[in-house]
């Protein structure tokens, strides 16, 4: 049966439908005084920058727009304009990945409908051939919140949240339903008011710009079972809910926060402030970011690799988020760590990588709270440099100031500065940090810093348009020969990145060829019985779920789109379930309850938690939602055991790529593209 939600959203859509826009503008979400759409635009004639004149049959409040900038005169004719990523297009292929939020009074009746879209001055609306049916849709959904219930469930919360800021300035028309949300122009992280083991979201980020109404609580379908059609409130058919576990996923970010853990948006109930005294050698700051793994350890370039694959998921995949209830969450999630970053960065040529000893941390089995062995930290510098750290943690502060750009411009300004400043730092001073730092050798050893040089350069011209950093990225990719086929995709190995991002950047056949021939050769790479494309041992399904995002950039670019999803899916399918068994913390059918976590394995205070506590084989007390797991060998062959922490460990790198495959995989069954 519908629910009533369900059917409120899809006499919405109802309501709004029946125009010559309908094939193009898919309506994802709704609530008294906006709807969000998700858009999909033919491509009739090549091009290499476009417009897209959007009419509406009223007045808006607001339009928040992302995957393009806005300009309006009347706020009823809006004028999006691509960015400096997404202006190549060729014939015949599908823009997607453009969207906005449509804001007005929440009295208005009919609701404002788009009734033409000129793309570079020609009405598509009028020459896109009619569809038989209409995408799926979602309501707005709320992040579904974990509760501390026995090892092995999945049975969310409630929550609440609000929707995303506007990026127009025009003033929203009051309502009788929601007041406007207020503006700050300094507090950088959302403020939240929340029982322990919940995520209840109260305001957005902050921004200059004017916030768009409040919207109404839909309650989240309820999944007691996740490997099943999706629910009556979400309308999508995904054979698993990817809602949920993007919802997770960022849990498990939660859950590895080092510092101050803000009281009202804490929603790890066994966790609280740790690593209060983390200090450089000078003194400096250094409290807060994210602990690596199932260790205590804080270290940059693993660190900075994920964050620069979340950021780069948010600004491709934002519908995935979105429809999710988590795009303020996933962008909180993200400045977490460029927070500690831009504190690391301590002058324009010294960057701290590495907090905690590796041999005294890995002696200490407990939770972090009650840690109190030394901690020292190491840093790169013109006499000991670090190319990869700092072009990495350049690419990372690139990506974030774009994902931060109509959220809260003072601060996307300040990562970009410092992105800047690092990448000059690691192109004038060349070397391996992993040589200067050789503390981090023992656990992240670096193989070179030419791919990093190139994908720091490749973020920048992206967030810049600067054709400087384009020229040094073409020339980076000679210089160190990166048309070669890489055999993965790693906080090590960023060349198939750096392949798929130039493709998407230049439209250049160049580096077409070459992504194009990483994903066709893990397509026709033979799979182990149950499916899995095994590329090591170490962390095998981390290695597996970051091809999947490159192969899901690279259809995006149309080059082979149906093959590379389609194996897309089948890795992603793989961690979540289609073995017989979940691969992710707390979620799908014999879910991990053992991972090699340390602060998840310890009883509630006061009991004691040690190396006894270790060497338990029961369950970890607490559920360290959405992680996943190393993974099974290279025959499918998987033990649940705390002891293992080859198959069994966690890290901030191990979800980073397999997140943003699950928002690529949302956006698109959102959208209608790919399920």
Known sequence: MLSVSGFTILFF???????????????????????TTALTIPILTSTTNWTMDVTFSSLLSSLQVWSASSTTTNNIQFRLINLSYNGVQSAGATLTGVGFNAYFNSSANPVPAVTSILFNGVNICSTVSPVTSKPGTTTTARPLNPTTAKSGTTKPGTTITAKPASITTIKPTSSKTAKPVSTTTTKPLITTTTKPGTITTTKPLTTTTVKPQNTTTIRPATTSSTKATATSTTGLTTKYNYREVITKSLL??????????????????????????????????????????????????????????????????????????????????????????????????????????????????????????????????????????????????????????????????????????????????RAKYSQSMPQAAAFYPSSDFGDELAWGAAWLYRATNNVTYLNDAKAFYTQFSLSNNPSEFSWDSKTAGVQVMMAKLTNDTLYKTAVKAFCDSKVNQPKTPKGLLFINTWGSLRHASNIAYICLQAADLNINPLAYRQLAKSQIHYALGDTGRSFVVGFGVNPPVKPHHASSSCPNRPAVCDWNTYGLTTPNPQILYGALVGGPDSTDNYTDDRNNYVTNEVACDYNAGFQGSVAALQSLAVQGVFN
């Open 13 to 35: 859509i109802r309501f709004v439908s029946g125009g010559p826009c309908d094939n193009i503008v898919n309506v994802t979400a709704s609530w008294p005084g906006g709807y």
């Open 252 to 429: 498990f970010y939660y859950a590895q926060r080092s510092g101050p853990l803000p009281a009202n948006d804490n929603p790890i109930p066994y966790r609280s402030n740790s690593t209060l005294n983390d200090r450089g050698q000078s003194g400096e700051d250094l409290i807060g970011g994210y602990f690596d793994a199932g260790d205590h350890l804080k270290l940059g370039f693993p660190l900075a690799s994920a964050i620069t694959i979340v950021a780069w998921s948010i600004m491709d995949y934002p519908l995935g988020y979105s429809s999710a209830g988590q795009l303020t969450i996933a962008q909180n999630m993200v400045k977490w760590a460029t927070d500690y970053f831009i504190k690391a960065h301590v002058q324009a040529n010294k960057f701290y990588g590495q907090v905690g000893d590796g041999t005294l941390d890995h002696n200490y089995w407990g939770r972090p709270e009650d840690m109190t062995m030394s901690r020292p930290a190491y840093f790169i510098s013109t006499t000991n440099p670090g190319s990869d750290l700092a072009g990495e943690t350049a690419a990372a502060l690139a990506a974030t100031s774009m994902v931060f750009a109509s959220v809260n411009s003072t601060y996307s300004a300040l990562c970009l500065t410092r992105a800047k400043q690092l990448y000059d730092f690691a192109k004038q001073y």
